[in-house]
């Protein structure tokens, strides 16, 4: 099918970089497999390795084993390669370079008529984010009077909310907010897309969605595996700015928003900012009973047996750096009041999965405990599975049969896989696809990336005072032990941690 996309070129900073190789250049070959992208487009790697055009196309396609090219005709895979093109630099930001790379895409215009459109993909070290748009804007290829620039920024964007605001306006400075877009590949994933659609396109959910009929709301994000030989970078990092501050809270706000008054980038991420406005602050003091930071000690996982973080290369001797949060906190508007949320993620932990589970608070009276203790506390949960095994499972109870009335938790079950035959894309196909398309929805506006900042700031000034403890958990564990703490003083039954399969008979065990 022809593309209706303007033509254009997608230059990639850093583009003999690992995400480069892993996701960037597979993502826009199923771009180009599926006859998304226009007839005159070109893919310009940039970084600072002396590659020629071949030697970058042997790189990141022929010799690249994360592209994967299954059912793909050898055709397809040279008509595409023929796309790509590179310019090695010295630097990423000198004048010199810039101009290089400016006579580079007016050759190209010249000889494939791609067109003086432009996206610019930053996948280079946080340092170069602010520098390379000036010197982009320096060689006038910021702003086209006939054509458009747009800029994509890869996470972290920032380090606490100062650096976010400063970045901000640096950037700001040169490329109009409606041109930036700060990437996050989990709003990529269709079940995180379709967190709206269950909320805002079902009677039946909506009148649900609210402190009057939810209990509580949690959110696991798990890795089973550790930080590897990337314990240098992550150090620096630590779990709370490498997920919370952006991934999860990014699936808090499509959970919890406001309905949206139309189905528009300006309308949904003005709600977004709103929410992360609403968050209660977790100041100083209450760090200690709201947060818990824990750190993996050696144990056995699923990918085998793991050293201490601390053992890993790069990691410190005395590194207080997390790798596991959890926390629980309120949303102060007239939806959420009350209602506590919970969010944890780590690294090492049993299972690989994001979900949400939404838990609905119990009939007023139990008429059916003098048969049955678990009528007592028959969970209705609604437990929307992100990755892996995308699907949602509604439970309920029921009624054994048999004498009496003896009560069992069923469930109604949903599977993306069901839906389609086609597979479903890539988080970084969709979201290139988007910015091609000039649809920023899907990305993080600058305000709420502030927003974000503001919440997460005081836990992190917290923790390198030192003012709260720093817990340990084996590799392998569901975490601290002292995260079960949080659901002190009533706020409900505790995490619940997953099993493999979406729609296990008891779908969750306890710790």
């Known amino acids: 099918m022809p593309s209706n996309l303007d033509p254009h070129v997608l230059v990639i900073f850093g583009a003999s970089g690992d995400l480069a190789q892993r996701k960037l ?8 497999r599926g006859g998304y992208l226009p007839e005159k487009f070109a893919l310009l790697g940039a970084s600072r390795t002396d590659f020629t055009d071949e030697a970058f196309r042997n790189k990141v396609i022929f010799e690249n084993e994360h592209f ?42 010249k000889e494939l008529g791609v067109g003086r459109n432009y996206i ?6 946080p340092k170069l984010y602010s520098t390379i748009p000036a010197a982009l804007a320096k060689a006038g290829l910021n702003n086209n009077q006939d054509a458009w620039a747009r800029l994509i920024v890869e996470k972290p964007f920032g380090y ?11 950037i700001q400075e040169h490329f109009p907010e409606n041109t930036i877009y700060r ?16 909320r805002f396109a079902n009677g039946f959910f909506e009148p649900l969605w609210n402190r009057n009929y939810v209990q509580s709301v949690q959110i696991t994000a798990a890795e089973t595996v550790g930080v590897g030989s990337r314990g240098g970078y992550y150090d620096e990092s630590g779990a709370m700015r490498d997920m919370v501050q952006n991934h999860l809270l990014q699936v808090l706000a499509h959970v919890a928003m406001e309905p949206p008054i139309r189905a ?45 973080y601390r053992d890993s290369p790069g990691v410190p001797e005395k590194s207080k750096t997390e790798t596991y949060v959890a926390m629980k906190f309120f949303i102060d508007n007239w939806r959420w009041a009350g209602v506590p949320f919970f969010v944890r993620t780590g690294k090492c ?11 609905f608070k119990n009939p007023p009276q139990a008429i059916f405990a003098e048969y049955d203790d678990y009528a007592m506390s028959c969970d209705n949960q609604l437990i929307i599975r992100i990755q892996p095994d995308e699907g949602m499972a509604l439970e309920f109870g029921m009624k054994v049969p048999g004498e009496g009335f003896r009560v069992k938790n069923v469930d109604m079950d949903f599977f993306y896989r069901d839906l389609t035959k086609n597979d479903v894309p890539e988080a970084y196909t969709r979201l290139l696809l988007d910015c091609m398309k000039g649809e920023p929805t899907l990305y993080a506006r600058g305000d709420s990336v502030e927003a974000a900042w503001a919440f997460v700031d005081p836990i992190l000034e917290a923790w390198e005072k030192d003012e709260v403890p720093l817990y340990s958990y084996p590799a392998g564990s569901w975490g601290p032990l002292q995260a079960d703490a949080l659901w002190s003083g009533g706020l409900g039954n505790g995490w619940r941690n997953p099993t493999s399969s979406l729609t296990d008979r008891k779908h969750y065990t306890k710790q």
């Open 349 to 359: 932990l049993p299972l690989k999965l994001t979900e949400v589970v939404i838990t």
């Open 25 to 32: 250049v597979p993502a826009v070959f199923e771009l180009f």
């Open 120 to 125: 610019f993909y930053l996948s280079t070290p």
């Open 183 to 198: 990437i996050d590949h989990y709003l990529g994933k269709e079940t995180v897309q379709n967190l709206l659609v269950t």
């Open 264 to 308: 528009d980038a300006p309308s949904i991420r003005n709600e977004k900012l709103k929410l992360f406005q609403s968050l209660r602050p977790i100041t100083k003091k209450d760090v200690k009973t709201h947060v818990v930071r824990g750190q993996y000690t050696e144990g056995i996982t699923s990918e085998g047996k793991e050293v201490a």
């Open 160 to 170: 606490n909310e100062q650096s976010a605001i400063k970045l901000n306006r640096e």
């Open 68 to 109: 994967k090219s299954d059912g793909a005709k050898e055709e397809e895979i040279k008509a595409f390669s023929e796309k790509l093109f590179y310019q090695d630099l010295a630097t990423y930001d000198g004048e010199k370079d810039i101009k290089a790379l400016a006579d580079r895409l007016k050759k190209l215009d």
